[in-house]
């Protein structure tokens, strides 16, 4: 059983993700290694959900710029990693070795959120009313 950190919790609403792209992040997660290594391929990702190769694409596009997936490699050889601050890890003690790890080096990859499009709604004044 891998443990994660739950600050990607609170974040989900407001990044904005796309049903695809929640579903690709729930099968990256089921498929990840400790430490957020996805050894798919985003073919066979697709496959897992059946979306189709551009809905998959799009989705993965938004996960790689939102932060929450790490892609190396070009062309077709892809290599895909969860984001470490959002990572399952065996142990608690791998948690915070790579916390570690990555603090030396500057940090994790920043996870992106979205600013609001438009303000959020004004609070009504007067206060608070009871409803009967």
Request: aromatic letters at 4%; zero cysteines; hydrophobic letters at 40%.
């Amino acid at each position: 059983m891998l443990m994660t950190t739950t600050a990607l919790l609170g974040l989900l609403h407001r990044l904005q993700l796309t049903p695809t792209a929640i579903d690709v992040l729930s099968v990256m997660f089921a498929h990840s290694e400790a430490g957020g290594d996805v050894n798919m391929k985003q073919s066979e990702i697709d496959e897992v959900l059946g979306v189709g190769q551009s809905s998959m694409s799009r989705a993965m596009a938004l996960l790689v710029d939102r932060g929450l997936v790490l892609r190396s490699g070009n062309g077709r050889g892809h290599r895909y990693a969860l984001n470490p601050a959002i990572a399952g890890y065996a142990s608690e003690d791998q948690m915070k070795q790579e916390m570690s790890n990555q603090l030396a080096v500057g940090g994790p990859p920043p996870i992106v959120v979205p600013e609001y499009s438009r303000r959020p709604p004004k609070r009504p004044s007067g206060g608070l009313h009871a409803v009967a």
